[in-house]
């Protein structure tokens, strides 16, 4: 099934919608929930969860990439519970990544997110695909550079200089266009 089908399902408020969500990007939500919760049952739960923000949140909103649009509810959700889950105690891995890229990701108060996710997207199709992979595998998926150096065929240190030189590159970007730490 489409997506667009799928969204116009949860337009409908048909019940049909959550199983083909779950059908359809069950596995990726469940992935995106277990590389930052490390947990079986919360993973399950925050999937579960995503069902449900996706049914209150359409309509109003049309997502055109549902794929994208599950992903962030996932995610959002797992960082929620990992939050939760360690308010004292927290993920070294998720709080090292979110630290790195905090350094390069200021948000002025005259800014709207909408136009920092321009900049961050225009940034990403620019950027060459191995850096964009490793990036991405860090800041959105929550993976560690241990865990991501065998599957590029590189070492940990590799990846770890490939993302600071992303990282640099991105802070650049945007200072460029009126972003500053």
């Not at 990544?97 to 108060?109: D, H, K, R, Y």
């Not at 199709?125 to 991405?136: G, N, S, V, Y």
């Not at 200089?161 to 970007?173: D, G, M, N, S, W």
Request: proline share 4%; hydrophobic share 35%.
């Amino acid at each position: 099934m489409k997506d667009y089908d799928i969204v116009d399902l949860y337009w409908a408020r048909d019940e049909k919608a959550i199983v083909e969500s779950q059908r359809k990007y069950g596995g990726y939500c469940h992935g995106i929930s277990m590389n930052i919760l490390n947990n079986e049952s919360d993973a399950e739960e925050c999937v579960n969860d995503t069902w449900v923000a996706a049914w209150r949140s359409m309509p109003p909103k049309k997502p055109s990439v549902l794929r994208t649009y599950l992903g962030k509810l996932t995610r959002n959700l797992s960082i929620n519970r990992l939050r939760e889950r360690h308010r004292e105690k927290r993920n070294p891995d998720l709080v090292i990544a979110l630290s790195e890229l905090a350094e390069c990701i200021p948000v002025p108060e005259d800014t709207t997110d909408t136009q920092l996710c321009a900049y961050l997207n225009e940034f990403l199709e620019i950027t060459p695909a191995l850096d964009r992979q490793l990036f991405m595998g860090r800041y959105w998926y929550g993976r560690t550079v241990r865990e991501m150096a065998p599957r590029y065929g590189l070492t940990a240190n590799a990846v770890s200089q490939r993302l600071k030189r992303t990282r640099q590159a991105l802070r650049a970007y945007l200072e460029e266009r009126g972003y500053t730490v």
